[in-house]
């Protein structure tokens, strides 16, 4: 009986000791949100590592988490511990981030297998359809994404900001990278054919 008593008081203390700490952090104190990161970032990663099966992507949805948290820590009411309100961010953001990730993949596809679904199919030089199509591949992502959702399949900016989470400003300059690269990547093969 001695043994519980004990237990008890001693998470009773861990308990105390967390909710100071959380008063810290709420009060700005940085040394507070260093020490709440330092106690609880392990267990975060492992929960958003068995979430998302991606070591890079768990990393960020534990980023992700520290920073919502602690934007957020003023919502904290201490009705659970610290440990299960932050599990409960994480496990949320992860599980939103997974779906936004599956919208974007279900809507991507090769460009070949976008060109064969045409229904009027239009003969083209092969040399010209594979040096645009290794052009658009060498595209950084988010301009590869925005280009071909706007140019290739003609969604509207506010579509596509919808769909990948940003604004409509951002897919604009997204696709003004796209073609401007695209424009210097073809260009060697543009002056041979104007030969």
């Known amino acids: 009986m001695e043994a519980e008593g004990t237990l008890s008081l001693g998470r009773a203390s861990l308990l105390a000791a967390q909710r100071t700490l959380v008063e810290r952090a ?5 040394s507070a949100h260093r020490l709440l ?3 609880h970032v392990d267990r975060i990663f492992r929960l958003t590592f068995r979430l998302t099966g991606n070591e890079q992507l768990a990393r960020e ?3 992700d988490t520290f920073v919502r948290a602690f934007a957020n820590i003023g919502g904290f009411r201490g009705d659970a511990s610290f440990a299960t309100w932050l599990h409960t961010v994480a496990v949320s ?3 939103n981030e997974l779906k ?3 919208r974007v993949n279900a809507r991507q596809v090769p ?13 083209s030089d092969p040399v010209l359809r594979e040096r645009i199509a290794d052009a658009v591949a060498d595209l950084p992502s988010g301009c590869r994404t925005v280009f071909l ?11 596509i900001a919808e769909a990948l989470g940003v604004t409509a400003g951002t897919s604009k300059g997204q696709l003004s990278r796209a073609r401007s690269k695209l424009r210097v990547a073809l260009a060697d093969f543009a002056r041979e054919w104007i030969a």
């Open 149 to 159: 959702m706007h140019d290739a399949e003609g969604y509207t900016h506010e579509e």
């Open 100 to 102: 936004r990730l599956k």
């Open 93 to 95: 953001i992860t599980l």
């Open 61 to 63: 949805m534990t980023q």
């Open 26 to 30: 709420r009060d700005g104190d940085a």
């Open 111 to 123: 460009l070949e297998d976008a060109v064969l679904v045409t229904s009027d199919p239009q003969v």
């Open 37 to 39: 990161y330092e106690t």
